[in-house]
């Protein structure tokens, strides 16, 4: 008998991840609420659980409830268990004068902070002088608290974020403080992106190049950490994406909408892919295991949803928000610096020259002017630029003047403790001195410009003559002219079609070429016979080549399936897989049982970006489909790119689906994606099947109308058939005949139906095939009372056959690990 693995992959990993964010014992985290007018959810509220997911084709009419967050039994009684330790045990650390200096100067870096107190709490138990500090004993190492921010290796980089984050970074992990800043280089995003022609070793390079130009402008490296996603994502993908598919079932498309940019009137036009790049910003917070998200205000509500998903998944202590100010474009109206726009910003590789041109032509009103400049800003704004409703400014502190001159004295020249700046013969000692004598016309723009231009050099002439003088940084550099050069070129002079990344099982001897693919449904507690059924339809619905069942165990995780459980969906699908061994066994040992977190860890990079390929194809609204509405889990959103991805990975020369409304989009996904996106790529014929129903009664409101896969024949087999809807003459709908054509006239046994009956009733009668059947039942020649009594030794005989086989090895634990997901089931009902 298939013996199906039991999919743990990734839950330990997960556990681990996420415990890092739970409170330790000295102390419990009080969490502060932030404003509401962000259109986020307030933090002291519980994250809105998504209405049930909308499951691809699964076969199955049972709707799932995204889980609500806690803990399950195991754990609660494996903390039962723990000794508790006395009060005086772990006392609270008195604040003293260096913790309140560390607290102050981390605070300066952040426009907001969510919360204030929480990060007094977190420097109190892993901050300076911390028994973490220090090792909790003489044999452990010392533990310190993460920041986290994120870049992709592009190429350029401006100079909020060279000198301005180099700066915010030293005041963070400053001597003593304890804290790492771990930068996650996206060079896996930037592969995705097809940058530097999608050479992974050209992306790495572009990426130490800008750890350089850090490291010129200022950057204490001692504290900082810098961990490439291609290697880490690659390395633990079995930790990384299981972590991302819990964080997307727990929440509604409705909430990761909120994340988007593109919100208001051009909602409409957003691609299903802007709906996945949020969740997986949010599992980086979790994977890095960051205490404190270090990133600019214009990602406040993606690290929002961190913090919402803490309140859904049970977590206590919740990552702080630390928001640094986004530096104004160089143009008016521009809210934030563009690398698509030179001028829009002062760029680190900038000579003087160009420091001095951009700054003399910088947007700078005084304040008889910002009425009348913002006006004009908005007139040249084209439609494609203006803002929509539902997109909130990049700014927080309520600056109506938005001079960019100004912004940069204020948050560069001025952010080192003791900085002065010089215009015209006026040193001042602080920002507001400065601002006053400009608004008041004491200073002109033209020696406020001077002054500017003349600190930025300062700051870059240090980086300009480190890629002068260093022979490594030098080399860099000129590698990344020239790859640069290089991916010009190549765009200018090719009009091939980039090749879109895949999984490529049959090339990676996974899975043979020309097969016939069937996706297994997804899990429920219950699994029902008709499941059974419709997979071994599905499977005999091609004639010729190797048949390939596909377990979607990873998307049965972000649909919520079985309280997104691995090892109530494992149990599903071992059940599943014996039922039908059971049923047909010829057929199923001519079938490749094909487990989806399995072929997907075989290659994950190409798997995963072949998902956000397919999501940028399409519009959110047409992976949606008509039935799916923004209140659904966005698991169903995400489980619809992963199916298409699947059948690319597959290559199969058929695609068989059950005849379901859900099929209808499935199938309309993977035709078109192949046609636009996968030249060479033979498109599989896709079938949408439908075979006899072995429901009982037209609608399913009890656990007698159907019969279940774990049904005891001796219980269940007589009583449920004798109850069935059996209308004379009504072969609309009559399951009798219906699970004859399953079971008698249809393969594997292909055989003769016969109906014992008195001589006064007609005698004895053999029907070779079902329209005879249903013939002699819609005439009325055979009643209801006649067909019932052989069917049910039928239905019997069935039932004996899975129950043989579920009582064996792995079916028979896996049995009762879906009894056990029944009880939590009906308990969160409750």
Not at 261 to 276: D, K, P
Not at 359 to 381: G, L
């Amino acid at each position: 008998m298939t013996s199906i693995p039991e999919y743990d992959v990734g839950v330990d990993e997960i556990k681990t991840a996420l415990s890092y964010f739970q409170p330790s014992s000295s102390s419990k985290t009080n969490t502060s609420s932030s404003s509401s007018n962000d259109g986020v959810n307030g933090d002291n509220k519980k994250a809105t659980a998504p209405a049930p997911q909308k499951q691809p084709n699964n076969n199955n009419n049972n709707k799932k409830n995204p889980g609500k967050g806690g803990k399950n039994k195991q754990q609660q009684q494996q903390q039962k268990q723990k000794p508790k330790a006395p009060p005086a045990a772990q006392p609270t650390r008195p604040w003293t004068d260096e913790l309140e200096q560390d607290y102050q100067r981390i605070l300066t870096v952040g426009e907001e902070c969510i919360s204030p107190e929480e990060l007094k709490k977190l420097l109190t138990a892993k901050g300076r002088g911390s028994s973490s500090s220090s090792g909790d004993d003489g044999n452990k190492p010392p533990q310190t608290f993460n920041l986290y921010d994120g870049f992709e290796p592009s190429g350029r980089m401006h100079i909020a974020q060279g000198v301005f984050k180099a700066m915010n970074v030293n005041k963070c992990t400053y001597p003593g403080t304890n804290a790492t800043f771990v930068f996650w280089v996206a060079d896996w995003f930037a592969l995705m992106n097809d940058k530097m022609g999608g050479d992974l070793d050209k992306i790495k390079t572009v990426g130490h190049y800008l750890i350089e130009v850090w490291k010129a402008a200022g950057m204490d490296l001692t504290n900082v950490v810098f961990k490439w996603a291609s290697e880490e994502i690659t390395q633990q993908a079995h930790v990384y994406w299981p972590t991302m598919l819990d964080v997307a079932r727990r929440f509604n498309v409705t909430r990761i909408k909120k994340c988007c940019q593109i919100m208001g009137r051009l909602e409409g036009s957003l691609t299903a892919a802007q709906i996945l790049y949020p969740l997986m910003q949010c599992t980086d917070v979790f994977f890095l295991k960051a205490s404190i998200c270090q990133l600019g205000v214009d990602q406040r509500k993606v690290n929002m949803l961190a913090r919402e998903y803490c309140d859904a998944a049970g977590i206590k202590n919740k990552p702080i928000i630390l928001s640094h100010h986004m530096l104004y474009g160089l143009k008016a109206g521009q809210e934030k610096m563009s690398k698509s726009d030179p001028d829009s910003a002062v760029f680190m590789e900038d000579s003087a020259d160009d420091v001095h041109r951009k700054i003399m032509n910088a947007y700078c009103p005084s304040a008889s002017t910002t009425e009348a400049a913002a006006a004009a800003a908005a007139t040249k704004k084209s439609d494609e630029e203006q803002e929509d409703a539902g997109k909130e400014s990049m700014n927080l502190s309520g600056d109506t003047l938005k001079n960019p001159c100004l912004d940069y004295i204020q948050n560069i020249i001025f952010s080192p403790p003791g900085a002065t700046f010089t215009a015209g013969d006026t040193t001042f000692q602080d920002f507001a001195s400065v601002k006053e004598a400009f608004l008041s016309q004491k200073i002109t723009e033209e020696q406020l410009k001077g002054g500017l231009i003349k600190e930025l050099n300062q700051l870059l002439e240090p980086v300009r003559q480190h890629f002068t003088n260093d022979e490594r940084a030098k080399d860099l550099l000129a590698k990344v002219q020239q790859y640069k050069k290089e991916a010009k070129d190549a765009t200018a002079n090719s009009k091939k079609e980039k090749v879109i990344r895949r999984l490529n099982l049959p090339a990676l001897n996974k899975v043979p070429p020309q097969s016939h693919l069937v996706f297994a449904p997804l899990p429920t507690p219950t699994p029902t016979l008709q499941q059974a059924v419709n997979v071994l339809e599905l499977l005999r619905s091609s004639s010729s080549g190797p048949r390939i069942l596909y377990l979607s165990d990873w998307t049965a995780r972000v649909c919520n399936a079985c309280l997104a459980e691995a090892k109530a969906i494992s149990a599903f699908y071992t059940i599943l897989v014996a039922a039908c061994t059971a049923l047909d066994p010829e057929l199923m040992a001519q079938t490749q049982v094909l487990l989806q977190s399995e072929a997907i860890l075989a290659d994950p990079s190409n798997y995963w970006i072949s998902v956000i390929n397919v999501g940028r194809h399409f519009m959110l609204n047409d992976v949606m489909g008509p039935t799916m509405t923004d209140s659904d889990g966005v698991g169903s959103v995400i489980g619809n790119l992963m199916r298409v991805a699947d059948v690319a990975g597959v290559e199969p020369k058929t695609l068989a689906l059950a005849a379901a409304p859900e099929s209808h989009v499935e199938a309309n996904l993977v035709t078109k994606f192949f046609e636009a996106k996968l030249p060479g790529v033979a498109i599989p014929t896709v079938s949408q099947v439908k075979g006899p129903s072995v429901e009982l009664q037209k609608t399913i409101k009890t656990d007698n109308d159907q019969y279940f896969l774990l049904d005891n024949p001796k219980v269940a087999g007589a009583p449920k058939m004798k109850k069935a809807f059996c209308e004379p003459q009504n072969v609309d709908f009559c399951p009798p005949i219906e699970f004859a054509k399953a079971f008698i006239f249809g393969p594997p046994s292909n055989g003769t139906f016969s109906v014992p009956r008195k001589e006064e009733n007609g005698g004895e009668v053999v029907y070779k095939n079902a329209e005879d059947l249903t013939k002699d039942f819609a005439s009325g020649a055979l009643h209801p009372s006649d067909m019932k009594p052989p069917l049910t030794k039928i239905a019997v005989s069935v039932l004996d056959r899975i129950d043989a086989a579920v009582k064996q090895g792995d079916a028979k634990k896996a049995a009762g690990a879906l009894k056990q997901c029944q009880k939590k089931m009906a308990k969160q009902k409750k």
